[in-house]
């Protein structure tokens, strides 16, 4: 069964779970999964449940699709992401971008937790994604291409929509938040990077790094979706001066962030124009 007909089947499975035609996407990233919480009259399926769905195996990450009304938008949400670490392919990885499309969205809101790279951060802060360097060095497209869902060789030049950032940042202000802008670098993992890997990075210009988000964004960008990418920054990875991270911390911090970081998403999506 090809792209095209695993989307369709997938889609067709959750329209039949809800009468909702969702216009934005949220993916959460580690620890900050309790914003599903926030969805009204929602609607939860199990990953499990979904055909061909990968399965969420990473602490943080609940497993489940939620589909209800967030500050008067309906959204569906993906209380955990997949990773390229977890041995699934870049395909794989994206598969649940596809579906949200094939949904109704036409915004995507991509978060994540990461590694704080810029002497000007500080763990706890949360940064708006103005671009990236797709240090993978590997692309979900690859492959046969299907012009129903988007050209061979799309357009990458404003992968993150700059109204969309604007908006945010005027959130920010008014709610007397001071919010970062950065560019995101990922690696694959599950190791966390080398000093001299670090450093690589910040000479190439990346002021954050995790382990996910690019795939996601690559494929809303081939989709025609306009994104938004919010990063929590949990620890610092100061080449010179680096203590060495854990999950647990990761998730601690992020957890500790949450609050200021849902009000932000509410407040945007609230005023965002669709």
């Not at 996910?212 to 929590?232: D, F, Q, R």
């Not at 949990?234 to 849902?262: C, G, S, W, Y």
Request: a negative charge; charged letters at 20%.
């Amino acid at each position: 069964m090809n792209l095209l007909e695993r989307i369709s089947e997938a889609g067709r499975f959750i329209k039949s779970k809800t009468n909702y035609t969702p216009e934005v996407g949220l993916i959460l990233g580690s620890g900050l999964g309790k914003l599903a919480d926030e969805i009204q009259n929602s609607v939860k399926i199990k990953y499990t449940d979904i055909p061909y769905f990968p399965q969420s195996t990473v602490e943080g990450h609940a497993g489940q699709l939620i589909i209800g009304k967030l500050e008067g938008k309906v959204v569906v949400a993906l209380q955990g992401r997949f990773h390229y670490y977890e041995g699934y392919t870049m395909q794989e990885v994206t598969f649940p971008v596809y579906v949200m499309k094939e949904l109704g969205i036409q915004v995507l809101v991509a978060t994540n937790a990461c590694g704080g790279l810029s002497e000007k951060f500080s763990a706890g802060d949360l940064m708006v994604i103005e671009d990236h360097i797709n240090t993978y060095w590997t692309n979900p497209l690859i492959g046969s291409n299907f012009e129903q869902l988007g050209p061979r060789f799309p357009d990458m030049s404003e992968a993150y929509n700059k109204d969309f950032i604007k908006l945010l940042e005027k959130v920010a202000d008014s709610q007397g938040v001071n919010i970062q802008k950065g560019v995101y670098a990922p690696i694959t993992g599950p190791s966390y990077s080398t000093k001299a890997e670090l450093k690589m990075l910040i000479t190439l210009g990346a002021d954050t790094v995790g382990m996910s988000t690019v795939p996601e964004v690559i494929v809303a960008n081939y989709l025609g979706l306009k994104v938004l990418g919010i990063s929590c920054i949990t620890d610092m990875a100061i080449p010179d001066n680096l203590h060495p991270p854990t999950h647990e911390q990761v998730v601690k911090i992020a957890t500790e962030t949450r609050p200021k970081f849902i009000d932000l998403v509410k407040g945007w999506l609230k005023e965002v124009k669709i």
